[in-house]
């Protein structure tokens, strides 16, 4: 069965400061996984996601994560946090099967507060 | 800029009266979701469409939920009797698939409260 752990519940961090949100996924075969972002109340935006290729991917919003399979990670970063990213982050898994689409599994969210 | 619709987006019911959600996908997106956040969770996948068969509702308490997407179309998720733990987000989502790599694009969602 798919899974995914999200370490950090919440994470407070100053405006300017560097981000890195943990993220570690359990899949039988070669994983898509993806990082959405939650605003209060609202649903969910796609931050950026990896199917195959460069482990680096880049998204919106100056975010970018790393994809490392020896270590089952996609670690979500930022170089320099704004005050509108404050949100709840979550990662998700899904698995890649021909014909249709695969359902995604996500955690339990990485709630990120950011001070002035 | 296409966007998944779903209404209402609030709803506040009280415990074994009936509740009804409605979503209508992006044009062209084959494959649809319905999730359930509890708060302070991820969300969960309810039941998976394509078009207007089920592909998975393993996780649908079906002795009181029910999901229908007759057209293939927009989609209504029901609930009936509501109880108190059935108080959450519902979230809807749409998908294109290709090659089972989908980007899945979510609604605003309905936040339901059973009193």
């Known amino acids: 069965a798919q899974s995914v752990t999200q370490p950090d519940i919440h994470i407070t961090v100053s405006e300017g400061a560097s981000l890195e949100l943990r993220c570690n996924y359990s899949y039988g075969a070669t994983p898509y996984l993806f990082w959405y972002v939650q605003s209060p109340g609202q649903g969910l935006q796609l931050l950026l996601k990896?199917?195959?290729?460069?482990?680096l991917v880049q998204g919106i919003k100056g975010f970018e994560a790393e994809f490392k399979r020896s270590q089952s990670s996609f670690n979500l970063r930022k170089p320099s946090v704004h005050w509108s990213d404050a949100a709840e982050y979550f990662c998700?898994?899904?698995?890649?099967?021909?014909?249709?689409?695969?359902?995604?599994?996500f955690g339990t969210g990485t709630r990120l507060q950011v001070t002035l | 800029e296409a966007e998944v619709a779903q209404s209402p987006r609030y709803k506040i019911t009280e415990k074994s009266q009936a509740v009804a959600f409605w979503c209508d996908p992006i044009?062209?997106?084959?494959?649809l979701y319905w999730y359930r956040q509890i708060l302070g969770q991820g969300p969960e996948l309810l039941v998976q469409?394509?078009?207007?068969?089920?592909?998975?509702d393993s996780q649908l308490p079906k002795d009181r939920f029910s999901a229908e997407r007759l057209k293939g179309v927009d989609s209504t998720l029901k609930i009936q009797p509501a109880e108190l733990g059935d108080s959450a987000m519902y979230l809807c989502?749409?998908?294109?698939?290709?090659?089972?790599?989908?980007?899945?694009?979510f609604g605003p969602g309905t936040r339901l409260t059973v009193l």
């Open positions: 998700a898994v899904g698995g890649g099967s021909t014909g249709t689409a695969s359902k995604l599994t």
């Open positions: 044009s062209g997106h084959a494959t």
């Open positions: 469409f394509q078009d207007e068969s089920v592909v998975d």
């Open positions: 989502a749409s998908s294109f698939p290709s090659g089972g790599a989908n980007e899945q694009f």
């Open positions: 990896y199917f195959s290729g460069d482990t």
